[in-house]
Nanobody, 125 residues
Framework: VQLQASGGGSVQAGGSLRLSCTAS????????VGWLRQAPGKGREFVAS????????YYADSVKGRFTISRDNAKNTASLQMNSLKPEDTAVYYC???????????????????WGQGTLVTVSS
């Protein structure tokens, strides 16, 4: 299984970006998908996730109301719509799959695998 994030770029505070995630390999619809990020000098942190159905989504408190995660199992893709971006959203963003057989909304980065290379989002003030 390999997941690859794309769509990053530079934007001013208050702007929007849409990230895409493309999966190859094992059946995309068999696992939950998460977006995680890593800011310069910091560890990886959870951003959002969607279960495999998809009927449940989960968000970090820092992005609730601003980011929206979605997935299309028919196309093996997931997306992260990011609105009202802030400078503190600057990071490399990764999409990854949950390694848990049943995904109940874990926000622990260790519960995700197949990270791929990530895509850089830079938000300027």
């Amino acid at each position: 299984v390999q997941l690859q994030a794309s769509g990053g770029g530079s934007v001013q505070a208050g702007g929007s970006l849409r990230l895409s995630c493309t999966a190859s390999g094992r059946s995309f619809s068999s696992y939950a998908v998460g977006w995680l990020r890593q800011a310069p000098g910091k560890g990886r942190e959870f951003v959002a996730s969607v279960n495999k159905s998809p009927d449940y989504t989960y968000y970090a408190d820092s992005v609730k109301g601003r980011f929206t995660i979605s997935r299309d199992n028919a196309k093996n893709t997931a997306s992260l719509q990011m609105n009202s971006l802030k400078p503190e959203d600057t990071a490399v963003y990764y999409c990854a799959r949950s390694i848990r057989g049943f995904y109940g909304g874990s926000q622990n980065p260790s519960d995700f695998a197949s990270w791929g290379q990530g895509t850089l989002v830079t938000v300027s003030s």
